[in-house]
Each structure stands twice: as C-alpha cells, then as structure tokens.
C-alpha cells in the first residue's frame, strides 16, 4: 500500500547527481514536488518514464513542482543514466532502500523499488500517488492531470 493521501511523506536524506546531500525538507522547503521510485537504470521501463518526465519536464516547472527521481542504484549509475538521456532533474541514491521503503516503495523479498509517484504538496504532504510497474508514462500523464486539478 503507498503512503495515503494526506499523509506527511517521510524526510529524505540522499546522495544527489548534483554532488551533494538531497534533504527533503531543507532543499524543498516550502515547495511542491514529484518524488517517482523506480526499480532500475537503462531498462526498457525505466528509461522510458525517465525520458517521458524529462519531455514533460517544462510542463511541471511551469507549474513550479521539482521532480526528483529515486532507485537503489549508485550516484556513478545515475551519473551515467541521466547524462545518456539528457535528464534535467535530479537522481538520488538509496543504496539500503531505506527511503524507498519509509514511501513504500520496496518490493518485499527481492528488495527491488517499485515504480511509484507521489505529488507532494508545499507542505509536504501526499497530494496524489500513482503505482503501476508496467505503464511508466501513465505516471506523468496521472500526475500533470493532478497538478493542475490541485493547488499544489
């Protein structure tokens, strides 16, 4: 089950493709977001919904919401993904699945994230959520539709 709506989403503390430390509630003060799990750089699934947010990326920062993108994989992964496809937002590192699992974002057993998107408000709380591992573009598609029903 994802986090409910309304629910305040859990800190986030984690190495960024930027060279620094990501925290949730220091580098997003006061600002909406879209924080999307994914389970793995360059597969099929998610380099498409990488690169469907990255095409739809001027639409989100029309609307002033940061996406932030989240796997297990290492900075140096990211590093690599995000230059290949040209993505303009940042990639964080949960090496221990620690963060995804405080989203619920873990498949349990195998350890793998899940492919999850959370709207979040200024505050930081849950706005909207959409799960499905197999429709990665439908996770944009979800969540312009949500950003611009909601006052994010």
Excluded: W
Aim: charged share 25%.
């Amino acid at each position: 089950m994802a986090l409910k709506i309304g629910s305040k989403a859990p800190e986030i503390k984690l190495k960024s493709t930027s060279g620094k430390t990501f925290e949730l509630s220091v580098d997003l003060k006061n600002k909406p977001c879209i924080i999307y799990f994914y389970p793995k750089n360059f597969t099929r699934g998610c380099t498409e919904e990488a690169c469907t947010f990255r095409d739809a990326f001027s639409d989100f920062t029309d609307l002033d919401v940061t996406v932030i993108g989240i796997s297990k994989d290492s900075i140096s992964s990211h590093l690599k993904f995000k230059k290949k496809h040209s993505l303009p937002f940042e990639l964080l590192s949960d090496p221990t699945g620690k963060i995804c699992k405080s989203y619920d974002s873990l498949i349990p057993i195998i350890n793998i994230p899940k492919r999850i998107t959370y709207l979040l408000d200024a505050n930081h709380k849950v706005v909207a959520v959409y799960q499905d591992m197999f429709g990665a573009k439908k996770h944009i598609e979800i969540m312009l539709e949500k950003m611009k029903s909601a006052n994010t």
